[in-house]
């Protein structure tokens, strides 16, 4: 039986686990990472007879963008059990994190494919390519900026989890929830709420 829901605390030794697996990190960063960035109810996961079958992280941030602010979640870690792969879960996974976002607030999700062979694949999942550039360290937290489509953007966040290069061929992918971010935004302005 497959089953949509959040996790809860009894699920992170399962979560760590399957962490591992999919990403090969080791066990104090990923114990790090949920400590300090995640909550059990932001945490979507599908469940197949009673074990993670695939789960991702849901991270508030902002969206800024002609002086305003909409609402959104940084999808993270995004992951399926290797053997539960090829069956749909992924997606469904996506289709939930979208539904869970909602109810949480979020105008949108947005998120960093690990390589340009998963851009094909969000886009699936309704996400669309919205932004590339570099994401280097200042101080304490991350600042990413360009210029695009003749507007800047900046993305400020937890320099540990958040560090990684945005190119044309592995972009940024924004997914729009609802009507209330403006068509044609795709210069993104992110400020995670850690």
């Known amino acids: 039986m497959i089953k949509e829901r959040t996790s809860e605390i009894k699920d992170t030794n399962a979560i760590v686990s399957l962490w591992e697996k999919v990403f090969e990190d080791d066990e104090p960063y990923i114990k790090s990472f949920l400590a300090e960035l995640c909550e059990p109810g932001r945490i979507p996961l599908i469940e197949e007879d ?17 002086g305003k602010r909409y609402p959104l979640m940084y999808e993270f870690a995004v992951m399926t059990a290797e053997e539960k792969r090829g069956r749909g879960l992924g997606l469904r996974l996506q289709a939930y994190a979208g539904r869970l976002a909602a109810s949480l ?11 340009g062979g ?11 390519p919205a932004f590339h550039g570099d994401i280097s360290r200042a101080d304490d937290r991350i600042i990413y900026s360009q210029a695009y489509m003749g507007r800047a953007a900046s993305l400020r966040g937890d320099a540990e989890f958040l560090s990684m290069r945005c190119t044309e061929d592995t972009p940024g992918m924004l997914l729009r929830l609802n009507g209330n971010i403006p068509e044609g935004v795709s210069a993104l302005m992110m400020l995670p709420l850690v």
């Open 118 to 128: 998963l851009v094909s694949y969000y886009k699936k999942a309704g996400f669309e």
């Open 105 to 115: 607030g979020a105008d949108g999700i947005c998120l960093l494919p690990a390589d």
């Open 50 to 66: 009673g074990r993670i079958a695939a789960c991702s992280f849901l991270i508030p941030c902002e969206l800024l963008f002609g």
